[in-house]
């Protein structure tokens, strides 16, 4: 069993940064993929970000490519996500998952584990 949570999230205004973190426990968390999904009410669950087990590969959704950074610290078991100028249509819940037999995929299914989530708001 793999428990994530996530923090970093709050209300912001369009053009701000923010970094969320997602700390893991459980097994070898050297040893998945990790990846962004978020949720903005009414709407469907969207990937965002994904980073394989080693940090050498990232994706990126086109919509925040360009303005978010995917990274991880496997020493402190960390994922984080830097988000820079941020857009209303970034406000979502932000969830972070854990893949343990990929290398990182925008498919939800590909996950096993989720966080509780974060709430990020974005004002024009």
């Known amino acids: 069993q793999v428990q994530l949570v996530e923090s970093g999230g709050g209300l912001v205004q369009a053009g701000d940064s923010l970094r969320l973190s997602c700390a893991a426990s459980?097994?070898?968390?050297?040893?998945?993929?990790m990846g962004w999904f978020r949720q903005a009410l009414g709407k469907e669950r969207e990937f965002a970000a994904a980073?394989?087990?080693?940090?050498?590969?990232?994706y990126y959704a086109d919509s925040v490519k360009g303005r978010f950074t995917i990274s991880r610290d496997n020493a402190k078991t960390t994922v984080y996500l830097r988000m820079n100028s941020l857009k209303p249509e970034d406000t979502a819940v932000y969830y972070c998952?854990?893949?343990?037999?990929?290398?990182?995929?925008?498919?939800?299914?590909?996950?096993?584990?989720w966080g509780q989530g974060t709430q990020v708001t974005v004002s024009s």
């Open positions: 459980g097994r070898s968390f050297s040893s998945y993929a």
């Open positions: 980073i394989s087990y080693s940090g050498r590969l990232t």
């Open positions: 998952a854990a893949d343990l037999v990929g290398l990182g995929s925008s498919r939800t299914l590909s996950y096993e584990y």
